[in-house]
T-cell receptor, first 116, second 116 residues
């Protein structure tokens, strides 16, 4: 596979469930990101990992728990979510080449999450 | 504070018309980077272009062109002779470089509908 992949593509979960979103990048990048995309809102950055270390947590509620075991994989563990957490969750990666100018992000197709 | 404003929520044009998508940004950083992304119905954001704050040259790529004007803090995107395949949501994004973070700020997006 190439690029950035995300699984599952669609997820429906109850508020008491625990689930995980998975992201994998095949681009040799060193930075990975989670974004939340809700209707009529800007893309919201949730977390940034740089060389497996979390460098940004954008005041995300603790019911979202990220995990980055290596530079190619990123997870988002979900538990006791609320209906307002329903959104498209996008994963992205970037090279962090040392030249920020070149660090455009490559996005996965997203996971459409519905919390019932 | 950094901010990206895309005032046009939705634009509809007839095929072959030219269309301009507006982007206005705010930042206090002296060095920053601007991006445009396309999000087709499949959900995956596709990188289109990046610009750094020191390069105000306009750019043309096929039917796409970008007009960067620091004086008005704008980075507008024009599609010439639009096609139905151009229908998508287009996002403008900003990344400041002074703080050394990798935080991207996205606008709310403009939905472009090109009618046959």
């Amino acid at each position: 596979e190439t690029g950035v992949t995300q699984t599952p593509r669609h997820l429906v979960m109850g508020m008491t469930n625990k689930k995980s979103l998975k992201c994998e990048q095949h681009l040799g990048h060193n930075a990975m990101y989670w974004y939340k995309q809700s209707a009529k809102k800007p893309l919201e950055l949730m977390f940034v990992y740089n060389f497996k270390e979390q460098t940004e947590n954008n005041s995300v509620p603790s019911r979202f728990s990220p995990e980055c075991p290596n530079s190619s994989h990123l997870f988002l563990h979900l538990h006791t979510l609320q209906p307002e957490d329903s959104a498209l969750y996008l994963c992205a990666s970037s090279p962090i080449s040392g030249t920020p100018y070149l660090d455009e992000q490559y996005f996965g197709p997203g996971t459409r999450l519905t919390v019932t | 504070a950094q901010k990206v404003t895309q005032a046009q929520t939705e634009i509809s044009v007839v095929e072959k018309e030219d269309v301009t998508l507006d982007c206005v940004y705010e930042t206090r950083d002296t060095t920053y980077y601007l991006f445009w992304y396309k999000q087709p119905p499949s959900g995956e954001l596709v990188f289109l272009i990046r610009r750094n704050s020191f390069d105000e040259q306009n750019e043309i790529s096929g039917r796409y062109s970008w007009n960067f004007q620091k004086s008005t803090s704008s980075f507008n995107f024009t599609i010439t002779a639009s096609q139905v395949v151009d229908s998508a949501v287009y996002f403008c994004a900003l990344r400041g470089a002074d703080s050394g973070t990798y935080k991207y700020i996205f606008g709310t997006g403009t939905r472009l509908k090109v009618l046959a």
